[in-house]
């Protein structure tokens, strides 16, 4: 049932296994999109902004000795950078200028220096996926707990896409 799940976050490390910095940054988002989505409320079928953060806020978390600690309205502003205009910066930061912006390096540590800039963070994106998938994993174990929540997740999970076999035979 949670092939989709699974394939996502397979998708994510096969793009940073490949040196495809941008593509696996770029597949976190979309994987806590996805994330979002199957825990929202019942009775809601489209996530937004505040559930993606709050996703976030809930299972994304940083090593203690990483110097930055993700705060998830920084992570949904990159997330709107990256996939809006491929950028550090998306209008989300003009409205809420408290927001940090990310650049990337390939590299574990993030770089965060509030006295050289307070707005801006540099993310080791090994760390920034690692931390993804141990977010993933968070929510599936809270899925087990969570009978509710588990429910919930289950009803969505067909609607995850899957690829399948072809033939032309």
């Not at 996703?55 to 705060?71: C, F, L, S």
């Not at 067909?158 to 690829?163: D, N, Q, R, S």
């Amino acid at each position: 049932m949670w092939d989709g799940v699974l394939a996502l976050v397979a998708e994510m490390k096969k793009c940073e296994e490949a040196s495809a910095t941008a593509a696996a940054v770029a597949m976190a988002y979309i994987c806590i999109d996805t994330m979002a989505f199957l825990s929202l409320p019942v009775g809601r079928e489209r996530q937004g902004r505040a559930d993606f953060i709050s996703w976030v806020d809930t299972y994304i978390k940083g090593h203690d000795e990483q110097p930055y600690q993700y705060r998830g309205l920084d992570v949904y502003g990159a997330r709107c950078a990256v996939l809006h205009s491929f950028s550090a910066e998306a209008n989300f930061h003009e409205e809420n200028p408290g927001t940090k912006k990310y650049a990337y390096h390939d590299g574990g540590k993030h770089v965060y220096n509030p006295a050289v800039n307070e707005h801006l963070v540099i993310i080791g994106t090994a760390s920034f996926i690692n931390d993804v998938v141990l977010g993933v994993n968070a929510f599936m174990d809270a899925c087990k707990e969570d009978v509710e929540l588990r429910k919930r997740v289950e009803a969505r999970l067909p609607k995850i896409l899957a690829t399948l076999p072809f033939s032309t035979k």
